[in-house]
């Protein structure tokens, strides 16, 4: 029987987001009713709500989530009612080209649940991501829900569902860390952040930290930064090339998604070095760069879906390294708040004040 329960909606371009009772509706063939627990604030909840992403509203929003299955429709045998699952965008197809080709990520034919969540007059909610976790329950297809350790905090869990894993991953799946790199991540929030805490883990030597904002460094210092860089009192590429030997670092990891910045990346990677783009670009921008240096020195250029995370294999191994103590996932969470406080966290976002706010249910 579909239930009643509270979650976040952006009624409309621009507007604040309220709490309103939604309909969930019973899991179909392939889906499952999920209990969320936490859901962190992330920036793309901010972009649903300007209008930024589409305009499909209203919007669900929260897509950083982790909770117990409740109910699962015909056929699921991933999961089952218990289990205490992290939720991703969409579940893969495990069949197409890229799905064979091991890229599962940039998977052809992704889907969400099928059925609808809606309001109480019937109006039709557009799930953020394909999750929509600012909710006391979710409806998401079975392949959106991972299971891990249930002894993990689930705000902590959630985190992995999106900016986090982004940044790890851009350091452990596409930038390829290892042991005794040098790494020099440029843009110091959560995902940044999360990047240097993903390079740490890999065993890279050196640790740079570039950002504009004092406060940010000192965070990334926590995360295991070495070094940092405050770029606006100095030249990034200089800084970078002076705490590497005047070569460069061997993963350079851009985590704010503007052309200045990648451009920065570019000139501080070393001989053969590689450069990851994981901060999103607007549609409109362009970078003009030589050729003869990308000749030039070598290595590659790579952007990070998603941290090319594969949420199966990645999700469990990170909860398990942050149960033993090799990951400080809960350094990401600068405070809990209610579902009735998300519009107040969209501001303090803004400002730059948090990593992240945690709504917890
Ligand atoms: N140079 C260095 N750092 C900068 C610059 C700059 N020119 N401009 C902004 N920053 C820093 C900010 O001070 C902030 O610490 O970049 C950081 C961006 O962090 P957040 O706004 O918290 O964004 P985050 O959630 O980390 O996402 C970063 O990755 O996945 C993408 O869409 C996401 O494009 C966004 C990026
Ligand atoms: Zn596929
Ligand atoms: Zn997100």
Redesign the pocket.
Known sequence: MAQEVRGVIAPGKDEPVRVETIVVPDPGPGEAVVQVQACGV???DL?YKQGGISDDFPFLLGHEAAGVVESVGEGVTDVAPGDFVILNWRAVCGQCRACLRGRPWYCFNTHNAEQKMTLTDGTELSPALGIGAFAEKTLVASGQCTKVDPSVSAQVAGLLGC?VM??IGAAINTGNVGRGDSVAV?????????AIAGSRLAGAAKIIA????DR?LETAKRLGATHTVN??AND?VEAIRELTGGFGADVVIE????P??YK?AFYARDLAGTVVL????TPEMKLELPLLDVFGRGGSLKSSWYGDCLPSRDFPMLIDLHLQGRLPLDEFVTETIRLDEVEKAFER?HH?DV?RSVVVL
């Open positions: 992330c920036h793309t972009h900016g982004a940044g440029i843009g110091c929030g959560g995902v940044g952040d999360a570039v950002d504009i904002d940010k770029s606006k990034a985590a704010v998604g503007r200045e910045t920065q994981v901060g999103v670009p976002m730059g990593l």
